[in-house]
Structures are given as C-alpha cells and as structure tokens.
C-alpha cells in the first residue's frame, strides 16, 4: 500500500513526477482523439458522437451566457470546452483502477495532484487579468480593484489570491479523496473472501459517486472560470 | 503513505511546465482540428435554419395573398353567375311574357276574324232570306191576285169597261 510518485532526478532544474506527465498525455490524448472522431464528419444533421460534442457545446455556451453577453464571452468558448472535457476526463482517468510499479503510482487522476489543479486555475486567473487588461485597458482594469471602495484594494488583492487556491484545490481535494477512498476499498477489496464481499457494495456505491463528483467538479471548474473571466471583462459588476 | 501526492512533498516545477504546455497545445489542436469546424457547421446550421424559417415565412405569406385572391376571384365569379342567372331568369320571364302576348294577341284577332265572318255570314244570310221571302211573297201575291182577278175583277173590268163605254155615248 506503500505509493510513491515516479519522480525523476532534477532535469534541467526541473523535477518531473513523471506519473503526471503520463497521465496528462494520456488524458489529452482520450480528449483530442474523442473530439477529433466526434468532428470527423459533420453533417448539418448531426449524428451520434456529433449530437454530443454538440451539446458540450451549448452547455459551455449555456455556461458562458450566464454570466456574460455573447459579445464578450465568445472568445472563450473553445477555452472552456477544452476545460471542460479535459478535467472531466482526467477526473475519470482514475476511477476504474489505479496502476502501481515497482511501488510507484503511475495511473491516477492528473487532477488527483495539486501541482496539476493549481497551474491549471493559476493559467485561468492569469487569463483573466490578461484579458482584462486587453478588453478593458490597463486603466479600466486597475480601477477594478478599487471599486466600489478603495478600502477594498487589499481584499481584492487577496481575493485573486484565495480565488486561484480555491479554484485548484476544489478539484484537487474532490479527485483525490476519491481516490483514497477508492484505494482504500481496493485495499480491503484484496485483503480476503470477507473483505471482498465487504469492499463490493461501497466500491460500487463510491464508484458512482466519484463519477458524479467528476462531472461536477468539472462543471464547476469552468463555471468559475467563466465567473472570473466575466469580473474582470465584462463592464456591469 | 500517499505522502508523496500532499501539497508542498510533490511539488514538482517540470509537472507545471508540462501541464501548461500539454494544454496549450490541447487547446490549440483542437481548435484547428476540432472546435473550428463544429463551430463552423453550427453557424451553417443557424444560418441555414434562419433561411429555412425565412423562406418559410415568405411562402406562408405568398399561399396567404394567394388564397385571398383566389377567394377574391370565387367571390366575384360567383356574383358573376348570380348576375347571369337573373339576367337569364329575366330575360326567359320577359321572353314567356312576350309569348304569351304573343298568343293572346292572335287569339284576339282570331276571335275577331270569326266573328267578322260570322257577321258577314249572318248578313248575306239575312240577305238571300228577304230576297227569298221577297220573290216568295211576290209569287204568294200574284199567285193570291190571279186568283181574285180571275172571277169578280174580271167582272168588275168587264164592267168598268161596260161603263165607259156607255158614258161615251
């Protein structure tokens, strides 16, 4: 029960857990083949994995239309899309199993790592300061974080702060613990005829639940990204 | 155990890179190969609906213009037969009036020729009968004359005669 990550020796001053890097590729990967094959052939009347992609789509639309007008939010449809579907895979990623060797853990959510989750919401705040500088102005942006009281500048200062924790950890701690968990199961699972029998009906439960947890978490990843972006692009807030 | 994935004991600066290249590059793929052209077919379909409804729209408009021409037009033909039917009931009313005239008419002066005959018959009628009842009378009178004269007028004129002789003297 002993996991470790794959790490390697400093390369370049870099360190590379290299079950994340794995995994990150492989989640690309599933996302880029899946929306490929759903959008080899298009047809204005769409069909079987089209009718899906489809839908993704207008979700993250839906999504981007609650929180901003059209005219702003559009541009960051395809970011969110990508979002979406890769957090929702890398959630999945690890839920059937989990791969050791050698003591290391090599197959697992990359989102089950704060490294991960962490560069993926501070990519998301830089994004939105970026655009709210390019959208806005430089002027227009700084006195965001002024309004309505100048007194509120070091809570807004902070607020960018806590806003990227929260983002990343959110998922982190969402996908890990199901991982845990699931792990725990799967060690229980495996001690004997009775803890099998034991471990059977929770891991189905859990199963489930990660599944739905998964969706959410990426649901709500990119909600909140929209929520960022639209505070800081849209002129009303 | 799972030290190793608590925040701070793994964190690893190449993991960062990686992610964010990995997802860039994600990004960017799939915007060439795959959200492009979903959006564009999207677009298509709206443009391509936005037409269809359009179209829809015009036809509608069109069969309702021409429906109420065509109710137009039934509503002016059948005035058109309305006026035709009078006109033909008036005119076979006048033509059955007419011949009735017609008939009345040479029934009068049929009427009128019979009685003129009738008339014209009765007098020549009257005529030969006093013509006859003339001659008739006549003969009864000479017949009735001969008669007398044949004894006592033959006296009287023997007579007469007897008496101018002697007055002559």
Known sequence: MEHHAPTTDEILGLTFN????????IASAIVFILAVVATRSLAMRPTGLQNFIEWVMDFVKGLIGSTMDWQTGGRFLFLGMTLLMYIFVSNMLGLPFAITFDHNLWWKSPTADPTITLTLATMVVV????????MKGAKEYGKGFFTPMKFLFPFKLIEEFSNTLTLGLRLYGNIFAGEILLGLLAGLGAAGIGGALGAFLPMLAWQGFSIFVGTIQAFIFVMLTMVYMAHKVADDH | MFNSLILGAGFNTGDILYQLFA??????LLKKFAWGPLMGIMKDREQHIANEIESAEKNRKEAEAYLNEQREEMKRVRQEAQTMLENQKQMADQKGQ???EAARLEAERLKEAAS???ARERETAVASLREQVAS???MIASKVVEKELDERSQQKLIDDYLYQAGGQK
């Open chain 1, 18 to 25: 290299l079950s994340n890097v794995l995994m990150i590729t």
């Open chain 1, 127 to 134: 994004l939105t300061h970026y655009y709210g500088v390019k």
């Open chain 2, 23 to 28: 997802f860039i590059v994600l990004l960017a």
């Open chain 2, 98 to 100: 007419e011949m009735i």
């Open chain 2, 116 to 118: 003129a005959d009738i």
């Open chain 2, 136 to 138: 008739l009378s006549v």
